[in-house]
Structure formats: C-alpha cells, structure tokens
C-alpha cells in the first residue's frame, strides 16, 4: 500500500483522480490540497463523497509539509505553478506525476513562447518522462517524474501514432479536428462557461494557437524521425465529458483498410486500453472507462485516411492514464484501480 | 460463484445490471436474453462492452432452456410477459429477482386495473416479496422471489417511510411531485423519446394514472398501518439519469427539523445506501451509485414539511437494489458489486 | 413612434426585451445601460444583435441622464437598486414598467422581509400597478408605474387564478411545484451555473423561502378575498427556457373536468396568450412565445385537482409581459410585437 | 398575395417553412400536406400552433388535387419521391422549390450513384436552379423549379466560395468537418435519434460517403472553373439546432489575415444574411434566423487556411433560404419575413 497526495484536488481532474483512487487497493490518499476550498469538507465541494470521504482540503501551499508522509504526488494545476513543490517533492524521493503541463514540452523555450511564462525548473526537463504507457513504457517505469499528457494530445497521438510511425500518412498534411465536453474548461467560473451560454451552442477555441499544439507535434515527431507541424482545432461540445477526435490526412501509398487495421493491431498489441474498431467510435461508449477507442475510413475520392478516436477527457485523458502511470511505476498491474466499463447511458 | 441469468437484458435496466454484475466478485453472468437483438453479440448492441464482454444474445423465448444452469434469474421485461418463465424458475429451485412490475402488487384485481391485464400467477403473489432492503431485509433473505420496486416508488418511499411510520405527516395530505431522467422511459424508439422532442423541454406525463402509484400506495399504506391514496405526479426532465422526488406532507404536531432528522437518522440506522443530508439533495451527487440522498425542509408558515429525495434511476432504483437483493439472498456482503462512488460530473 | 429606455439590457431578460422591442413597429429603443459592459457594443456582449443594432451600453450611473429622451423606462436591474432612477422617471413624466422586483409586494415591510432591503420609495407602492394584463388591463392602462410579475409568479397565479376566483379549492391546499430552465438564474458567472454542473442534474432551490412566495400569495389573496399562505417549490432544468408549474390543491366540492375547463374558457375568454388546453402543457410549445398554456386534471381518488402551466420564462415570464404592458400605457395594439409562433424545436 | 402550399409539412424543415410563412406578408398557407399525420389538426401534431392555425393536414397523395390553387408548391420529401407530384405542378405552371435533394445534382448519373435510385425526372435537371441566392440570384429570380441547398452545403459552400472563386486556395486540400444540431436527422423515431443514445455523445458518421458530398464539390467547382474533389465528414452534436463547419484548405500564396477579409468582404458585399465576422462564429448567435456567419484564422505554422461558418440549419439551412427563393422569384424584398433577430439563448 503505497500513499498518496494530490494538490488540485478540486478541479475536475483532481476529483476524477480522488474518484479512482478511493477505489484502488495499492494507494492510500492521505491528503487532498485545494487551492479555493482550503479547509472546506471535500464532501462539501463535492457531495458525492458523502459517506465514503471525511478528508478536509488542505491548502495548497501546505501541501510542501506533507511531502514526508508519500510516496508519490499527483498534481493537477494551472501552468507555471508546479515548479516548487515538484523540486522539493524530488528532492525527498517522492515521486511525482503531474497533470499539469509543464514538464510536457521537451524545451524550456517552448514552454515559455506557447504558455507566456519562464520554465523555472527546466534542468527536470530531461528527465520528466511523457506519460503515455501505450508509447513510454519502459521509461514511466523507471521514471521519477511523469507528465501527464494533455486530453487532446491523448485522443490525437494514439490515434496517429500507428500511421505516423510506419510512414503510412504524410505528416505535413496533417489536421487534427477535435471536440471536447466542457469538462476539459475545467471547474471555474466564467460568464463562457455558464449553462444557458454552452447549451444549444457549439464552438471552435483558441483556433490555431491552442497549447495541446506543440505536445502533439512533439511526441508525434519523435515517432516520425523528423519535425513537423500540424493544424489543430478543438471545439467544444454541450457535453459533460468526453472528446473525440477526427484527424486528416494524405495516404504517402495505395494501402487498402485491412492493412490499416493490421497495422494498427500491431502496434497496440496487447495494450488493454486501446479498443481498434470496425465501427466509428463515439464518446458514450468510453464514458467513464479509461478506454481509447480508434476507427478509420479511408477515402479513395480524395486518397485521404479520415482517423477517429474518443476517450473520457477526464479519465483516459487525465486521471485514469495517471493511474495507469503509478500503477507502472510502483509495480502494480497495469489494470489496477482503472479497469472500468464504460457507464452507459 | 453463483450463476446468473438475465432476461431482457438489452434494455436499460439489463444492461446497467450487467455492468454490475459483470464487476461483482461472486456472480457470474451466464446467459442474457433479449427480445430485439437475439443472435446479436451484446457488445455491437452496447459497444461499451467491446473487450469486456462477447456473449451472444439469446433469444427470450429459450430462456426456459437454460435456467438449469442457473441460480438466480433477473426479469426485466414489460408486465405481463414474466409469468410462465417465473412458474419455471421457480418450479427448478431457480431464485428470482423481477425488476419489471408483475409481482409488486399484493392483488391481482389491482394489478389487473392498473395494468389492463390479467395476473396469470397470482398465487404466488402472497409469497414474493417486495425487495426494499431498508423495509423488508429478513424476509428478502429469505425469499424465492423477489419483486423488484419501481424507480419512482423507491424514491418516494424511502423518502416518506420514517414520517409515515412514525406517524408524523397527515397521509391523506401526500403529494408526491417526482421528475425523471430520460432514460427511465427505457431503450424504445418513439416520436416522443427522440432528441429533438425531449431536449429543451420539460413535461408532466401520465397525470393522475401512472401505474407507480398504487405501488407507492400500498408500501406507505403497510407503515402506516391502514390503507390510503395519496397524488402521484411524474415528469420528464432532459438529462439521462436520475429522479428526484419533492414530497409534501401536512406536519400532525409541532416538531422541529432537528426532531426529524432523529427520525430519520433512527429509521435508517446502518443503512449503507441512504444519505440523510442536511443540504437539499440534488440527482448529480448520486449518479452512478447506489444512493438514496434524503433531505427535508419545515414550511413553517403552512405547517407542512417538504421532504426530497434523489437517486440513480437505474442503480438505486432498478439494478443496484436488485444485486443488492441478490446479495442478501445469497448471503454476500450488502455492499459488494454495488459500493460505487457517484460518478461527476 | 414612442422612445424607450432599457436600463440592465445586457442580462436575459434585458436582452430579451430588446429582441422584442427591436421588431417593435411602435417603439424605438433610445438606449441601452449596462452595469457590467458599459462603453463596450451591445453586438459584442450579444453577437446575435451583429448587422442588428449598433448601440453602445451606456453605464447604468448615466441612464439618468437620458431619461428626457423616453417616454417609457424599462427596468431589469437587482432587488433595491431601482429607487432614486425610478423616482426620477416619475418626476419627469417617463412611465415605468419595472422586470425587478422592487414594486411586486403591496408592503414595505413585506419587501424587507423577504428582500433583506429597507424600500427606498415606499410611497409609490399604492400606485404601481402588478402588471398582469389578464388580472389588471384597466388598471395598467392608467398606470405610470408597473411591477412587471415575477416568472414563477406569472405561471402561478394564471394557473390558479380562475379556481381561487370562483372559489373552488381550498387555499390552504395550495401547493406549487414550479420548474424553470436556467435563464432564470441570470447571466452572472458562479460554479453553481457552470454547464457541467447544471447539465445532467435535477435539483430543487431556495426550498421553504424563495421571494417569489409572496409575490404569488399576495395575488392569488386578492382573488380570494382573504389572505392565504401556501407552499412553493422552485426546481432547476437542465435546459435553457422555460417553465412548468405544476400545482396541487383539494376541491371544495364535486365538479367534473368539464365544469373546470368552461371556468377557464370564462375566466380567460378573450385573453390572446392564454391557451387553455386538453393536452397536458409542455415548455417546447410555447418556447419563444407569449403563450401559457394551462390545463388541469381531477385526481378523483384524492379529490385534488392538478393545474399545470406553460410558459417562455423570459417572455410570458419577463419581457413578452413588459411589451404588452408598455402596448397597454400607450394604447397600442395588445399583440403588437409579441404575436410570436412558438419556437420548435 | 401568393397561395402557397407545402408538401410533406410535417418534418423538421416543413415546420420550420410554416413558422416563417405564417408570418410572411405576401404569402398564405392554403395546404399542408404529410405522409405520417394525414387528417389530424396540425396543431395536434406541432401544439405550438394551437390558436395560430386550425389547418388539417392532407394526405400527401392528395396534395396533387391542389395544385390548381396555388402559385407555388414547396416539398420536403425523402429522396425519390418528388418526381410525380413535380412535373405535375410544373405543368399547371406552379412554381417548385425542393428543400429535398432531387434536384441539387446537375447529373442523373451523380444522383443515382449516390441516392441509390434512379432519377425519373431528369429531363428538367438543366433547368433546375440551385437555390443558393448569394450565387444565382439572377438565375433564381426566373426560375420555375428551384433545388433548394442542403443544409450542410450552404455551410460549407458560403464558407468557401470566396476563396475556390479567387484562387486563394489548394482546392485539392480542401476537407469539410461539419457538426449538426440533431433536428438535422429529421423527425423520425429510431433507437440511434432516441435522447439517451445522443445526449451526452458526440460521434461522426458516414464518414467518406455522406450524400452532400457531391452536392459542396458540384457548386464549388463551378466557382473554381474545374473539377474537383474533397473530404467532407459529419457529426451530430447533442443540441436541437444549428450547423458550425470548420473549414481546412492550403493557401497557394502568402497572404495576410486582412488581404482575407477584403476577398469575403467584396463578395458577399450587399448580401444581407452573411455576417463577415472577426471572432469565430457560434451556432447560438444565428439559432432562429436566416443568417450564415462567417470567420477564419490563418495558420502560418501550416500555411493553411481555417474558415468557420455558422448556420441554423432549419432556416438558413433549409426553411429560410426556401423563403428567400420565394422572394426572390415572385418580386418580394428579399428579407420578407425571414429578417428575425436570433434568438438567445
């Protein structure tokens, strides 16, 4: 049994991360840290704990003091606000998974011209493993530090990753158009985010200058050998979770669909959260599981291959892939704590 | 390892008991029927289960065949359809759990004018029993068949039970004002259940007639200890999942809301799955869970107490309370299968 | 060709107002006041109003100074901030019809009570009139002030009105359950508005002292003759527009659903947004519209009649009562602006 | 006054045609004609009509007895299914405007490869005019038979004609992501359009062969000058309302953001329901009216270019540019009763 802390707590992701890990027979979480809700019941900011949770949230800028008493910590803040508590954290030996993004980008530089802020721990920067088991493996199990991919990243790389690595597409026609729930905006007050003003709405963001940008093309540019760029444009979808993404791009050959698919078979081999399907995905079918659900159409008017996949933002995209990662980390099997069926309708 | 069989388990409330089930560590799931998509895989009918499960689904008419293999039979099924494979089940030693409405009325006459059909097996009628665990736990563990309570009569009773039980609320001054999630009209393609007529909508329906009332009725009549009506009103809110009831009662005395929260906390003392909540119970906190979240206001100025109650439709108010029936029958721990955290958002 | 004023124009029903008032053949709104986007273009705060409107929000502060230019004021603002504009209305000879709430209740000291606010203005109160066109067309003819009805009230009261009129339920039965989409909550940021947590979640509000309790008491009062309490329960739906009361009350004496609906047709006869229907009321007929729709259903068994109504919250319940009232002042047409065909879907 | 009669007024964009005619000036309804409701009251069938029209609906096969009453005939069939009741109307010099897709591909050959039936009625296909007004406005104004655009090709095509008609763009690149407000599906009960299968999912679907296809590569390569083809993929939003097309193509030159604006700008310049816009446009500010709004982002990393248009799909979509040819063909201003301010929210 090994102990956990978690800072951000009350943002979604920290909640859906409490949700698997209250369940999980390896961890223990021993303290929950909030940045608005310090000294608040957790199951008062979020009453479906009612009974099953009596932690108070501690602050987050106590959370250093409890460092001590864990073995790993997961983190879920905003960017630029890690840099710290994550030093300290190392320096004790404590493990370290974050679902932030900053130890997601490779270079410090990239970091500060798309997130607008100085990397102040950009020496961890090499070591801090990306966190995508299907891809990492090996790395995430001697890993110290993980980062934890972003929601999009997630749904975009599992789903090119097979054609990008066997140099079936050509990267530069790439295009990733992704929908996400609103979820994924997090738990925080704005007039865009209120009801009646995302209901019967649907939206393109942050339209060619999102910050999942860069991750996708980093990580899908190792598995090419060379460096590219694509176009990435999410919107957002009166929905509470899930995203799906529909990604484009130019066949380098005549392949036929049935190699695509052995294709695809291959590379996720006995991975037991990638579900290859004859029929397009949709988020439903992964609500509340930490599956990542992969199709394809190839089309021959216009020699396009047309990928979708679709995850729960909240678990497959964050969460559930941090499990996933300390389940690696500490031994535990893989399936540990994260082994859901999807919840449906 | 008990061995379960689930007829009509394509609908809502069968597939939900599956994904129950298919997690619980002493119940195997040997067979499901269905009457729409026999000879079809049940993970292409629910593609959440691809990967977790590949039963075939069988036929509902040769159900019969196969209850040798099995312990416990589940029935959801529309009224009037249970009564020859249930005179089967039970004529092999098959235990059942019926989450339809056929045995859940004491009277055939009642149910034949109520439900516009006749019984066909109402001589067993005196021996099932109904399966609310908070009422009726002895004789549950006892019992060969169960009648499963309606998702509207679980909340409305287990909301009502303590004021009536003790006397508290004039009964014939029962208001039950009750609101449903969507998926409480089941997996059946009709003008009026399609997205477009259901979203940004919101409707009363089967004013004055609905068949949950006499059920309601007749459980609040046996705490009370004499027979009455009371008004039943159910309406169709736009979201999946959840009911929540608002009930309204004449106070009999003067008491104070501390006096009734005693009440309540006395009458479901050990209950595992009933939340007494000092804030007002809303459907999100139980979603996913086998929750009934009670609370209550005194209207001074009317002398009248407002009492609400949410659950899970489909867990606490259909297939949670019968894998927890099955688990009292079997003589399993309460909670096992069905201890989930709400799932939010 | 008359000149009118909006001051809070940039909240739902202000918003609302200006939709219907820019298709308004008799109006021509001169301003637009803004607590929150003062300075800034009306078509930015709303771009539905793009090619539309060119205004720019004036600040609420400077509305005062306008007030030579318009003949009718229109007033969206919070409970207490009316006083010292409104007075200044008056004094200049500008009608007033106020959306707030500052003028509904008849005392001073009811309006402390339930507002929390000492009334600045109180000796305007004998003159306002309660803007209720089916009530109070003679009164509002001649008024200079109205106190446009709150939207739960205006369900209410012209749900009830014809049985508390005629005396045919008993007032201490009266029981409103009253569900309202999320406009009614304002265009004002806070977690408990955000999307993911309104969506998918059916929760009461307020329960036991919402302030529109007295406002409904108070009218319905008036009908009867003597003064009643009665018991109002408002509920929030996942949607955007809408409400639907449902409400309860015990008959005085045997009558048939016939007898009840030639008391509606009598009561509302020649009234152009009342519908009286045989079908049970629902929010999608009459989104976007000045309709409400009423009809009703005698629970024999109970001897309770059950009366449900339909309205657009921000038109029959905000801004559509605004225009017919302001068409009532100044002798225009009733229907003139808001003869709307319900919006479907 | 022109008489005016619609067949198959029973679907999603026959009301939506109705809700407009009912207000416009120079048109009356004299029928309405349905395949599924014939001799019930229309507004049984739609309520929101109840007290607005008392019509009866006739059986669509008697709809050709009618004819001779009317100056123009508006149908919205299923595929294959007009041909009869056209040339019929045609012949008595009636004039036609299709919201179906009969008449939309200039090739017999093109409409049976992809509707799958043959064409019987092909001999009029040259002097079918396709109905978009920004494009054939002189064609329109003379024409006795229009094909009224898809919904998603009046996205997609408005969005891109200004640049395939300069040469802006690789029209080789071109890919179409497209999401639909569900109304788009029709008014047709199936298990896949029931509210608990949509709610809450987001899915694409017939991917690579969705009818619309030919329909955008047929009016863009008539702008372009040449043949071409591109990637077009649909998906269904959970909201009633509303078309948001994202747009992807390749620049063929160096371009600035403003040389962009000047190009669309000079195009749709006079048109009175294209808003050329600098924030992304949002279904939610064109929900209920007749415009398209449109922007786009200039990628530099990728040189490609990202445009984004906005519809409602039932009136810009379907109803509202029905109207628009209406005007247009018998003289009318051609804002005549669809100039309705979106309504929010």
């Not at 484009?248 to 291959?266: G, H, K, P, T």
């Not at 290859?276 to 190839?298: A, H, L, Q, Y």
């Not at 933002?313 to 540990?336: C, P, Q």
Request: proline share 4%.
């Amino acid at each position: 049994m090994i102990k956990v802390g978690i800072i951000g707590s009350t943002g979604y992701a920290g909640q859906q991360l409490l949700w698997l890990l209250s369940n999980h027979p390896e961890a223990e979480v021993v303290f929950l840290s909030s940045h608005s809700y310090s000294d608040k019941m957790y199951n008062s900011v979020y009453e479906s704990y009612l009974g099953i949770r009596s932690d108070v949230c501690v602050d987050n800028k106590y959370a250093g003091d409890l460092l001590p008493k864990i073995d790993v910590l997961f983190l879920a803040m905003p960017a630029g606000e890690s840099f710290e508590i994550v030093r300290k954290a190392l320096s004790l030996g404590v493990k370290v998974i974050d679902i932030g993004s900053d130890y997601r980008l490779d270079s410090a530089d990239e970091y500060e011209s798309w997130y607008g802020k100085k990397h102040e721990y950009s020496e961890i920067l090499s070591e801090a493993v990306y966190g995508m088991p299907e891809l990492n493996r090996e790395k995430i199990i001697k890993a110290s530090i993980i980062a934890n991919p972003g929601c999009f990243p997630t749904a975009a790389i599992l789903g090119l990753a097979p054609l990008v690595k066997n140099g079936i597409i050509n990267t530069s026609s790439i295009i990733v158009d992704a929908k996400s729930g609103v979820s994924g905006a997090g738990r925080s007050a704005s007039i865009g985010n209120i009801f009646t003003e995302v209901n019967e709405n649907f939206k393109a963001y942050k339209v060619g200058n999102h910050r999942h940008t860069p991750e996708i093309e980093q990580e899908l540019s190792k598995l090419a050998g060379f460096s590219f760029n694509l176009t990435f444009t999410p919107h957002l979808v009166p929905m509470n979770r899930g995203i799906l993404s529909t990604m484009y791009a130019s066949l380098q050959n005549q392949v036929s669909e049935d190699d695509i698919f052995e294709v695809y078979r291959e590379f996720y081999k006995g991975e037991q959260f990638i579900r290859i399907k004859k029929d397009m995905p949709e988020t439903r079918w992964v609500k509340g599981s930490n599956f990542c659900d992969i199709s394809f159409k190839i089309d021959k008017r216009t020699n396009r291959i047309i990928v979708i996949s679709a995850i729960d933002n909240l678990i497959k995209g964050a969460a559930g892939t941090a499990v996933h990662n300390m389940n690696l980390m500490f031994g535990f099997d893989e399936k540990t704590g994260i082994d859901k069926i999807p919840i449906f309708p």
